[in-house]
């Protein structure tokens, strides 16, 4: 048998040695692999190298690439194409393959790697771990050139074995410094006494290890000691309890919490929720309740049964003995009257009467007994009995208008259907809403001198409102008839605020009459007086409705001189707005010129004469409602802000009301037309006829106007002041139109004057207008009267204002003649 496998041997080793007579290129090679592929007698997949000059099997080729990864125990994928002369498409794909085929292996990032080297890894970890007592992963991570993920996953299976340490917060701690490190948290633990966050406690021992170990101590994350802190709870090591997992309350304090409660609330019969946050209980309710099941939760204060008892007791006795009781007065001070409101909801006692109308609670914690308001309800009325017959209080009566003007035969047909439809909530709003008054200069007295120059159309208007008067009088007679007694008792009776006393009033008298109110410290009525005035008042006014027929008629004769004063004034002024509105037509073009004339004119006529009307009108009406209102001199000025503009609008009836409103903010446009035909509408719904301004009218009034203003031209001694009548007077003779200008349109207004002026009269004229602007912008820019340069310059600016006056003036006048 040896001798033949050596004879075996001997021809192989001459087979080799022999030299073939017949060579192969390669092309013959390649073309020969592939028959025999076709023939299927090689039949699995050959690998051509790089090079292309070799073959290679798949098999071989994973063969190669494990035997390299072994070696090595970690090798790139690229690495393993460059080991082997394949394309790295098949050494990837056979390195997935691989993987899957050995578990000690993995592929990650593009490199495989082995359980060998990753335990090598782990002993150099734990070499380096031992001699700096914490690694952090990232720097790990960062020196293998991996994911922190894949660091983490491979060493925690080898913790405790190939690396004597623990991971926690991505970072890894030696044995010795975990014992370390958990012995400061327990000693830290135990040394707090009261709820502590625990993120603070972690910052203060991070803290306390850079002191200790200087510029090179150890860094520790919270997170580990939040760790080791758990796992002492869990333990029992340290006694309290964990709260969202940061809020830490020891159990000595939770002890001492539960003993200061029981303390208080055993010695008192309550405890206010206050004290409870002040110890660290966040949820007072629930805590409370838990302990104390007998107790009863108010709104800051936790009461025992017994003090709702006390209270109760207190509250029948005074109920019985037909007196009142203030509940907050009987608790203690710490006591809100929310929590008195709460503990009268509580007692037995308190709601059977409640419920059985022997007793009422006023300011939430006031109960007074049904015998005690009604006693309180017959002594108010008595008193107003004894003021009507005085008549003490017949001012604060109202009267009914209807029922007055039949006594009177007074032409009611005035505001007839406004005070037919007058509304409660209207009256109640502004019964005690006065008119503000100021003193003022009026702005329009050219139809003061209509009595003067034009009687016969003074007498025409008054024969016109004559007819409107008797006109309106037939129509309110017709409605009068038509409407029976009783609708006119149900009337006033229901005109409850302003036809009775106010709440103000019975507070007032309830106060006189029972000084213990007063006596208990109620110093703000809003508690309980003027709640119970509210109350009575009804009562109170019922009782005394008989008492104020008598005071039906007791202002209907200042309401006629009223209205009959107001048609005179209203007439005046409207005339003159009229006048003056013909003026605007002149600067049509001119549409910013003209939005600021429009609003002077609104502003300087209007406003007043719509303040008058809205006056006389609020005034009328609560003369109609029996309010008191002092007289004003006939002289005085009426002068009224927006907002009372509005608020009196509002206390009308609504139809007028409406109409009111609309003239209120027509006042607040720019538009002239807009506010006439709102004013008009006014009227006409207040049965106040308005004239209307006829050419003979207008002609009477522009040469008042005209004798007017050359009168104050002669006399005015002030050069600025001068200008605005010069040019109001020029356009009386050029245009025969009254302007009413301001300021900043004197300069347009001087414009439209060129063409019909001689050039040296414009001339003068615009050369005093520059010269008063001149004057006017240094003494705004004056910085003071310390500055002796500015008041030289503004005194020979006046100087020669004052020089240029006398031109002008003569030339105004001299025109005035020859137009005359």
């Given at each position: 048998?040896?001798?033949?496998?050596?004879?075996?041997?001997?021809?192989?080793?001459?087979?080799?040695?022999?030299?073939?007579?017949?060579?192969?290129?390669?092309?013959?090679?390649?073309?020969?692999?592939?028959?025999?592929?076709?023939?299927?007698?090689?039949?699995?997949?050959?690998?051509?190298?790089?090079?292309?000059?070799?073959?290679?099997?798949?098999?071989?080729?994973?063969?190669?690439?494990?035997?390299?990864?072994?070696?090595?125990?970690?090798?790139?994928?690229?690495?393993?194409?460059?080991?082997?002369?394949?394309?790295?498409?098949?050494?990837?794909?056979?390195?997935?393959?691989?993987?899957?085929?050995?578990?000690?292996?993995?592929?990650?990032?593009?490199?495989?790697?082995?359980?060998?080297?990753?335990?090598?890894?782990?002993?150099?970890?734990?070499?380096?771990?031992?001699?700096?007592?914490?690694?952090?992963?990232?720097?790990?991570?960062?020196?293998?050139?991996?994911?922190?993920?894949?660091?983490?996953?491979?060493?925690?299976?080898?913790?405790?074995?190939?690396?004597?340490?623990?991971?926690?917060?991505?970072?890894?701690?030696?044995?010795?410094?975990?014992?370390?490190?958990?012995?400061?948290?327990?000693?830290?633990?135990?040394?707090?006494?009261?709820?502590?966050?625990?993120?603070?406690?972690?910052?203060?021992?991070?803290?306390?290890?850079?002191?200790?170990?200087?510029?090179?101590?150890?860094?520790?994350?919270?997170?580990?000691?939040?760790?080791?802190?758990?796992?002492?709870?869990?333990?029992?090591?340290?006694?309290?309890?964990?709260?969202?997992?940061?809020?830490?309350?020891?159990?000595?304090?939770?002890?001492?919490?539960?003993?200061?409660?029981?303390?208080?609330?055993?010695?008192?019969?309550?405890?206010?929720?206050?004290?409870?946050?002040?110890?660290?209980?966040?949820?007072?309710?629930?805590?409370?309740?838990?302990?104390?099941?007998?107790?009863?939760?108010?709104?800051?204060?936790?009461?025992?049964?017994?003090?709702?008892?006390?209270?109760?007791?207190?509250?029948?006795?005074?109920?019985?003995?037909?007196?009142?009781?203030?509940?907050?007065?009987?608790?203690?001070?710490?006591?809100?009257?929310?929590?008195?409101?709460?503990?009268?909801?509580?007692?037995?006692?308190?709601?059977?009467?409640?419920?059985?109308?022997?007793?009422?609670?006023?300011?939430?914690?006031?109960?007074?007994?049904?015998?005690?308001?009604?006693?309180?309800?017959?002594?108010?009325?008595?008193?107003?009995?004894?003021?009507?017959?005085?008549?003490?209080?017949?001012?604060?009566?109202?009267?009914?208008?209807?029922?007055?003007?039949?006594?009177?035969?007074?032409?009611?047909?005035?505001?007839?259907?406004?005070?037919?439809?007058?509304?409660?909530?209207?009256?109640?709003?502004?019964?005690?809403?006065?008119?503000?008054?100021?003193?003022?200069?009026?702005?329009?007295?050219?139809?003061?001198?209509?009595?003067?120059?034009?009687?016969?159309?003074?007498?025409?208007?008054?024969?016109?409102?004559?007819?409107?008067?008797?006109?309106?009088?037939?129509?309110?007679?017709?409605?009068?008839?038509?409407?029976?007694?009783?609708?006119?008792?149900?009337?006033?009776?229901?005109?409850?605020?302003?036809?009775?006393?106010?709440?103000?009033?019975?507070?007032?008298?309830?106060?006189?009459?029972?000084?213990?109110?007063?006596?208990?410290?109620?110093?703000?009525?809003?508690?309980?007086?003027?709640?119970?005035?509210?109350?009575?008042?009804?009562?109170?006014?019922?009782?005394?409705?008989?008492?104020?027929?008598?005071?039906?008629?007791?202002?209907?004769?200042?309401?006629?001189?009223?209205?009959?004063?107001?048609?005179?004034?209203?007439?005046?002024?409207?005339?003159?707005?009229?006048?003056?509105?013909?003026?605007?037509?002149?600067?049509?073009?001119?549409?910013?010129?003209?939005?600021?004339?429009?609003?002077?004119?609104?502003?300087?006529?209007?406003?007043?004469?719509?303040?008058?009307?809205?006056?006389?009108?609020?005034?009328?009406?609560?003369?109609?409602?029996?309010?008191?209102?002092?007289?004003?001199?006939?002289?005085?000025?009426?002068?009224?802000?927006?907002?009372?503009?509005?608020?009196?609008?509002?206390?009308?009836?609504?139809?007028?009301?409406?109409?009111?409103?609309?003239?209120?903010?027509?006042?607040?446009?720019?538009?002239?037309?807009?506010?006439?035909?709102?004013?008009?509408?006014?009227?006409?719904?207040?049965?106040?006829?308005?004239?209307?301004?006829?050419?003979?009218?207008?002609?009477?009034?522009?040469?008042?106007?005209?004798?007017?203003?050359?009168s104050q031209v002669s006399a005015e001694t002030d050069p600025v002041s001068l200008l605005p009548k010069v040019v109001s007077l020029l356009y009386i003779q050029v245009y025969h139109k009254a302007l009413q200008a301001p300021g900043r349109a004197i300069s347009v207004a001087i414009s439209q004057l060129k063409d019909k002026l001689d050039e040296s009269a414009h001339k003068v004229l615009t050369d005093y207008q520059a010269a008063t602007v001149t004057l006017l912008a240094l003494l705004s820019a004056a910085p003071g009267d310390d500055d002796d340069c500015a008041s030289d310059r503004i005194l020979s600016k006046r100087e020669l204002l004052e020089s240029q006056m006398w031109d002008l003036k003569s030339l105004v006048l001299t025109n005035t003649q020859q137009s005359s």
């Amino acid at each position: 048998m040896d001798e033949e496998l050596l004879e075996l041997q001997r021809q192989f080793q001459f087979a080799q040695q022999a030299k073939s007579s017949i060579r192969l290129s390669e092309r013959n090679v390649v073309e020969l692999i592939q028959k025999l592929q076709q023939l299927q007698i090689i039949d699995f997949e050959l690998l051509h190298t790089v090079s292309g000059k070799e073959y290679i099997t798949l098999d071989q080729l994973r063969n190669e690439m494990v035997s390299e990864v072994r070696k090595l125990g970690r090798v790139s994928v690229i690495d393993l194409a460059d080991t082997t002369g394949v394309d790295l498409y098949y050494v990837e794909k056979q390195a997935q393959r691989i993987v899957a085929d050995h578990a000690e292996f993995m592929l990650n990032q593009g490199e495989i790697m082995s359980d060998s080297y990753w335990d090598s890894v782990a002993e150099e970890v734990n070499e380096r771990l031992q001699e700096c007592s914490q690694i952090a992963l990232t720097e790990l991570a960062a020196q293998l050139n991996v994911g922190l993920d894949l660091v983490a996953s491979v060493l925690e299976p080898r913790l405790g074995t190939m690396v004597k340490g623990r991971l926690e917060g991505g970072q890894l701690y030696t044995p010795a410094y975990v014992a370390r490190m958990n012995a400061m948290v327990r000693g830290a633990a135990r040394g707090i006494t009261v709820p502590t966050n625990l993120t603070v406690l972690w910052t203060s021992l991070q803290q306390l290890l850079q002191e200790m170990g200087g510029t090179g101590g150890v860094a520790v994350d919270g997170s580990f000691f939040q760790s080791l802190f758990n796992g002492l709870v869990k333990e029992g090591e340290i006694q309290g309890s964990v709260r969202a997992g940061v809020h830490w309350t020891p159990a000595v304090f939770a002890i001492a919490q539960k003993e200061s409660v029981d303390s208080f609330f055993s010695q008192n019969s309550f405890i206010s929720y206050e004290v409870l946050h002040k110890l660290g209980i966040p949820q007072p309710i629930q805590f409370l309740q838990s302990r104390y099941p007998e107790g009863k939760p108010l709104v800051t204060t936790f009461v025992h049964q017994s003090m709702i008892d006390m209270l109760d007791a207190a509250t029948e006795d005074a109920i019985e003995r037909g007196s009142w009781s203030d509940s907050l007065s009987l608790l203690p001070s710490s006591f809100t009257p929310q929590d008195a409101a709460k503990m009268l909801s509580l007692c037995q006692s308190v709601q059977l009467a409640l419920k059985s109308n022997k007793a009422h609670i006023f300011g939430e914690f006031y109960v007074l007994s049904s015998s005690f308001m009604k006693d309180i309800c017959d002594r108010v009325v008595k008193e107003l009995e004894t003021l009507g017959v005085s008549g003490s209080f017949g001012s604060k009566m109202s009267d009914d208008l209807q029922v007055t003007n039949e006594a009177k035969g007074y032409d009611s047909g005035r505001l007839n259907e406004s005070n037919e439809m007058a509304s409660d909530a209207g009256a109640n709003k502004h019964s005690d809403k006065g008119s503000k008054k100021k003193k003022g200069k009026a702005t329009g007295n050219a139809a003061a001198n209509l009595s003067e120059s034009g009687p016969d159309n003074q007498e025409q208007a008054s024969t016109k409102s004559k007819k409107n008067q008797r006109k309106s009088k037939d129509t309110s007679s017709q409605t009068s008839d038509s409407k029976s007694g009783s609708r006119k008792e149900s009337v006033k009776m229901k005109d409850d605020n302003l036809s009775s006393p106010s709440e103000e009033w019975i507070v007032q008298k309830i106060t006189t009459l029972f000084p213990e109110f007063e006596e208990q410290g109620l110093d703000d009525p809003e508690t309980i007086l003027e709640p119970l005035a509210n109350k009575l008042r009804p009562t109170i006014i019922s009782s005394w409705m008989e008492k104020r027929k008598a005071l039906l008629t007791e202002n209907a004769d200042r309401m006629k001189r009223l209205l009959d004063n107001l048609q005179k004034k209203l007439d005046e002024s409207f005339l003159n707005m009229q006048l003056y509105e013909k003026a605007l037509e002149l600067f049509e073009d001119d549409q910013s010129t003209s939005v600021v004339l429009h609003r002077h004119l609104l502003r300087t006529v209007a406003a007043p004469m719509v303040d008058m009307l809205l006056h006389d009108l609020d005034e009328h009406n609560k003369l109609k409602n029996g309010v008191e209102v002092q007289e004003a001199p006939s002289s005085e000025s009426i002068s009224v802000s927006p907002g009372d503009r509005v608020a009196i609008s509002k206390s009308f009836p609504r139809p007028l009301a409406n109409k009111a409103l609309a003239v209120v903010e027509a006042l607040e446009g720019k538009n002239v037309e807009v506010f006439m035909d709102a004013f008009r509408a006014v009227t006409e719904e207040s049965a106040l006829p308005l004239k209307r301004l006829d050419k003979k009218l207008e002609r009477t009034l522009l040469h008042s106007y005209r004798k007017e203003l050359t009168s104050q031209v002669s006399a005015e001694t002030d050069p600025v002041s001068l200008l605005p009548k010069v040019v109001s007077l020029l356009y009386i003779q050029v245009y025969h139109k009254a302007l009413q200008a301001p300021g900043r349109a004197i300069s347009v207004a001087i414009s439209q004057l060129k063409d019909k002026l001689d050039e040296s009269a414009h001339k003068v004229l615009t050369d005093y207008q520059a010269a008063t602007v001149t004057l006017l912008a240094l003494l705004s820019a004056a910085p003071g009267d310390d500055d002796d340069c500015a008041s030289d310059r503004i005194l020979s600016k006046r100087e020669l204002l004052e020089s240029q006056m006398w031109d002008l003036k003569s030339l105004v006048l001299t025109n005035t003649q020859q137009s005359s």
